[in-house]
Structures are given as C-alpha cells and as structure tokens.
C-alpha cells in the first residue's frame, strides 16, 4: 500500500517522459487520460484505506538519498494530505478530458500538464523538507511555460509576474529551512530535513518569530494573501482554461497547506502572537476582494478575485486555533478547489463558443444552451455555499470555531459570503439572462451556438458530484480532516 503513494507521483512524471519519445497527439491525450485515472483509482484506494483512528502519518516511504546532509525520499499522509490528493487527482483527471480538443502543440501542452500533476502530489506528500522544497520549485516550471505558451494577449507577462512572484516568496521559504536545518546541527549535532526530526525540536520564540515570516511570506503569496495577490487575477486572465482551473483547484491551496503542515506545528507560540496580522490581512482579502469581484466586467478576473475571497476565509480559519474551525480551513481547500474549477471551466467553455471573456459582448445565453446554463447556475451555487454543497459546510464550521474565540472577526467574515451571493448572480445575470438588452444581430449568432458536448459534461459532473457529496453527507470528511487538526491542535 506504501508505494502506491510513490507510483502516483511518478507514474504522470514516467508518462511525460514517454511522450518525449512517442510524439503522437492522440497517444499524448489517451494515455494523459489514462494515467491520470489511475492516479485518480490510486488517489481513491490510499483514502479509502486511511485509517482516521490511527494517529500519526500512514503509508510512509523513507529512502536515504543524500545521507552526508541527511536528505531522504521520504513521503507520507495525514488526513489534510490524503484529501488533497484525491481531489488533485480528480482536477487533473477533469483537466486531461476537457483537453481532448486541444490543436495546438497538444504533447508538450500534455506533458506539461503531467509534470504539473506530479510535482503538485509530491508537495502534499513530501514529510522531508528539501524534497518539499523540490517539488514546490518544480511546480512553477510546467505552469509557467502553460500560461506563456497557451494563454492569451499578454500571456508571457503574466506568465512572468506569476514566476516571479512566486519564485521572490521561494527565496524566503528556503531561508527559514535553512534556518531551522543550522538550529537543529547546532543543538544535536546533526543535520537532518526531515519532518518529524524538526517537529520533535523545540525552537526559541526568536527564531519561530522570524522563521514563521520566512516561511509564511513563500504561504502568503501561493494563497494569494492580501496585499500578495496582485499577480493572481492577471495569471488567471491569460491562462488557458485548464490552467486556470489546476490554478485555483491546486495550487493556492499549497500555500493554506504550508501554513497547517509546517507553521502551525513547527511554530505554535510565533503562530499564536501573529493571529492578529493574519487575521486583519484575511477579513481585508475576505471584503476587499469581493467587492473588486463585483466591479469587474471580465468573468475570469471576476472568479479570480472571489477566489482570493475564499482563501481569506481558510487562512482565518487555520488560525483561529480551534478544532472545527480548522476542520473547516481545511474542508474548504477542497470545497473551493472544486467549485473554482468548475467556474473556470464554465468560462472556458463560453470563451470556446464565443472567444470572449467580456461580459458586455455577452448576455441572453441561457435560452440558447440550456444544459450548460444548469451546470453554470450549480457551479456558482457550490462557490458561494449553498446548503447542501461543499462550501456550505466548510464555511458554517469555519464560522463556527471563529466565533468561539473571535466573534467579531467571525461577523466581519461573514459578510463575504453575503458579497459572494451578490457577484455570481451579477455575473449570472450579465452573462446568460438579460436576453432584452442584446441586439438581434448577437440573437442569430447565439442561435448557432452548440451546448456542452461530452468531453465538457465529464468534468461537470464529476467536480459537481463530488461537491454534493461531501455538501450532503460530510461525516467521514471531517473525520479524516479531523486527523489533521488533532495531529496540529492535539486532543
């Protein structure tokens, strides 16, 4: 059971370096399908199998790489772990079969997108911190080159600005591991990166001061936090659709997944004193980037920004050092994961059909693709946390624990999920109803229109039934988050 955690990180690594070798586009789009099923089928056994009882980190794999530095393969999962894969898998599963169609240099935009999906599992997986650190600098190569070769106008800027961003925050993330590598050989006289090693030592409050800001500057700009998020909306507005959607499905999470896996545990008194700057910089993103969603006329800039939105609702979350509000930050990077997925394919989709993002080139769409006008309207609804789906749950948890310890901050955060309403029924009602206010001339052309075909109802359904499953009968969800946040919280 142990190495089938090592087969799905590389076995999408195994398959893009195939396709070096056999360059077929259709080969490069099955066998993209087909690995990444079994990634999913891999993903869905290790979940099924967890054992939210046990304490401690399951299906462990430790190999000795570079033993002089006391470097290991060394990866495993908790229950935040587990859940991320899975819906990882099922993103990038989504991803592979939206792309069937895809005409333009198809094997690279394929292998790419493969190399993506290994670095993005091994970063959730890793428990030795350089591997970590490999896997997270790994990331940014694929999504660079997919965004600077299959994005839009000002595609290689944006493509720029998200590298550097990110890669300026990985400069810091790799101080505090050195950081903390130097303190561990100064006190025991040996040099380790592994996990558990540094988990088991106790750091001065100085040091946990300093390396939490190190560490969490690298966290706040992959959110994004405020006032970091600015390279977001312009990477999300160039990007192809599956980028967008692998984006905002996976990678923001990773930097919520830093904060519970590292700053919390490694740094619990530093945590403690910075709730206040955590929390002021996540109710600014909660409020702020929700009422810049609704100012826009550009649909993807629009849930690029309510993404940032959700995100100020997880790291509230993370840090309100109560169990179900942590149950709940960690609920919500999957229940976000998927509803922001589905809208970003909901906007490729109409870019595909109509080549504009704008909403005043749109409107009056409904009449005229019907099934996908269904798929839209849910998709919002599982953004903005209706009962009955993902958000819901994850969003009354996380408000729940804030309350109990930080009710003020709790109210203020609830008001986001008031403008989140009110910027998807804007967008709804600009994009697919107002059919009065559309000229006749944009009535034929919708007329011509073709609604979702297979390889978009595939993605659909799979992100929505998921979203209603885990809205519906979240139990054994929690329970395995759970896992997490005693691990982090204790009890």
Known sequence: ????????????????????????????????????????????????????????????????????????????????????????????????????????????????????????????????????????????????????????????????????????????????????????????????????????????LALQMVVFLLFGLAFAIKVPMWPFHTWLPDAHVEAPTAGSVILAGVLLKMGTFGFVRYSLPMFPEASKYYIPLIFTLSVIAIIYAAMMAIAQNHMKRLIAYSSISHMGIVTLGTFAFDGNALNGAIYMMVAHGLSSAALFFAAGFIYDRIHSYNMNDLGGLAKYVPTFTILFFVSGLAGIGLPGLASFVAEFLILLGTFKLHPIWAFIAGTGMILGAAYFLYMFKRVMLEEETISEHRREKWRALRDVEVHHIVPFVLILFSAFLMGLYPAPFVKIMEHTTKLVLGG
Not at 188 to 196: E, P, V
């Open 1 to 204: 059971m142990e190495n089938l955690l090592s087969l799905a990180i590389f076995l999408p690594l195994l398959n893009a370096a195939t396709l070096a070798f056999i360059r077929d586009e259709r080969f490069a789009k099955l066998s993209a399908i087909a690995s990444s099923v079994v990634v999913f089928i891999i993903s869905l056994i290790l979940y099924l199998n967890f054992d939210f009882s046990k304490e401690g980190f399951q299906f462990e794999t430790q190999i000795p790489w570079i033993k002089p530095l006391g470097i290991s393969y060394h990866v495993g999962l908790d229950g935040m772990a587990v859940s991320l894969i899975l819906m990882t898998a099922l993103l990038f599963m989504a991803v592979f079969v939206w792309s069937i169609r895809v005409e333009d240099r198809p094997v690279l935009y394929t292998a790419l997108f493969l190399m993506l999906e290994a670095a993005c599992i091994g970063v959730f997986s890793a428990l030795d911190l350089f591997l970590f650190y490999i896997f997270w600098e790994g990331m940014l190569i694929p999504m660079y080159f997919i965004i600077g070769f299959w994005g839009h106008e000002r595609k290689v800027y944006a493509a720029n600005k998200f590298f550097l961003y990110t890669f300026f925050g990985s400069l810091f993330l790799l101080l505090g591991l050195a950081s903390i590598v130097v303190y561990g050989l100064f006190q025991t006289g040996t040099i380790s990166f592994d996990y558990f090693y540094h988990l088991g030592l106790d750091y001065p």
